[in-house]
């Protein structure tokens, strides 16, 4: 069966150019960074490098480039490293946004249990925070404000660097997860003013399994692992060598590709929403689409079915929904409920993302399986 692969922002596929890096280090390039011996050291010069290729994508200091295991643990590691640095007897306060990832909303509430004060600051219909919102929820004990870059649900971009300004101006270090927008949207982080800063490997076309923290120059955090002192102590525990070059790789890659790609990903995305509006009218809502967003990204309201059901309807069609199968009236997604979003559109809602290597006639393709299945559920 023909299959069209439309779930780029849950993970993109390796890069050809990217297995070429990784596969040396699987075999003859075997030695541990850390041993010492001249096997070892020039796998720590080829980790060196990979650091300057990430740094690179961020227009950021190599040393300012921790490696990880992944988003979630850059993540945890951004909030629990700048909260735990307080005494226990001294509980500071974090503000986080309505719309993020739950591996920024899980360690938030993880610190709330432990007695740290939590903010959770609403978004707009379309899915964007306003600015004067975190200030407004400042307070003398806020440490960390972690505002996702890009949604992953819907796309939508988050004014950063506004927000971070409000920060330094209070001293206040900020955060972002921009696991989400690498590889679809340039990414600074002089431009953003962010102090620290997430990636995931496998969502910018490298190996699952390897991520970053980037940890602006002077900014201290605690470990959240504990053992031998590797990554400038924050990140214990023998280096993934294979997948820190598939992530040097992928890093340099987006670089050189990145307004290549934009364009194109736009037109497609647009040329999606385009060919099932002619089809299903204007009762086709697509959330998020008056803010700015991912050029890749678009989150679709089926009108009339539940979204689950549509996509077992075109197996041919690999797309996202947070829906159910069988649930009709309760959406499973924080990030339209947070938008406002009514539950019978919530319930049809399906996320498209493309990628670099889709195509216009993969769009066609697509837009007619998705069209016929909606049809037959109508029909139903």
């Not at 739950?102 to 964007?128: E, K, N």
């Not at 990414?187 to 969502?203: E, N, Q, S």
């Not at 053992?227 to 992928?250: C, D, F």
Request: charged share 20%; glycine share 8%.
């Amino acid at each position: 069966m023909r299959q069209v692969y439309l779930d780029y922002n849950t993970t993109t596929p390796v890069a050809p150019a990217v297995r070429d890096a990784i596969w040396p280090f699987l075999g003859d390039h075997y030695g541990a960074p850390a041993s010492g011996h001249a096997l070892g050291r020039a796998t720590q010069e080829s980790v060196e490098d990979a650091r300057e290729q990430v740094g690179a994508l961020l227009n950021a200091d190599r040393e300012e480039i921790v490696f990880t295991s992944g988003g979630t643990e850059s993540n945890n590691l951004a909030l629990m490293g700048v909260l735990l640095r307080q005494s226990l007897d001294v509980r500071g306060h974090l503000i986080i946004s309505a719309v993020e990832h739950v591996s920024v909303t899980a360690p938030a509430r993880f610190l709330q249990r432990m007695g740290f004060d939590l903010t959770i600051v609403p978004v707009d219909g379309q899915g964007r925070i306003d600015p004067e919102a975190i200030a407004d929820a400042f307070r003398p004990n806020t440490l960390l404000v972690s505002v996702v870059h890009a949604n992953h649900e819907v796309g939508t971009l988050q004014p950063i660097a506004d927000i971070s300004e409000l920060c330094r101006s209070r001293g206040i270090l900020m955060h972002t997860d921009a696991s989400q927008s690498l590889g679809k949207a340039k990414v600074k982080v002089d431009d953003l003013g962010v102090d620290l800063l997430t990636i995931a490997g496998h969502k910018m076309y490298g190996p699952k399994g390897i991520g970053a923290l980037y940890v602006r120059s002077g900014v201290a955090l605690n470990p959240i692992l504990h053992g031998e002192a590797h990554e400038s102590g924050l990140r214990p525990g023998i280096e993934n060598v294979p997948g820190i070059m598939g992530l040097g790789k992928a890093a340099s890659l987006a670089q050189k590709m990145i307004d290549e790609v934009l364009p194109n990903m736009a037109n497609l995305r647009d040329q999606l929403v385009d060919t099932l509006r002619e089809s299903i009218g204007p009762s086709l809502r697509v959330h998020g689409d008056l803010a700015p967003r991912l050029q890749n990204t678009c989150s679709v309201s089926f009108p009339g079915v539940n979204a689950a059901k549509l996509l077992d309807l075109a197996p041919e069609v690999l797309a996202w929904t947070s829906m159910a199968l069988h649930d009709e009236a309760v959406s499973s997604s924080p990030t339209l409920a947070a938008m406002g979003v009514r539950a019978e559109q919530a319930q049809g809602t399906v996320r498209f993302s493309v990628g670099w290597y889709t195509t216009e006639e993969e769009i066609e393709f697509a837009a007619n399986r998705l069209l016929d299945a909606w049809e037959r559920l109508r029909g139903e």
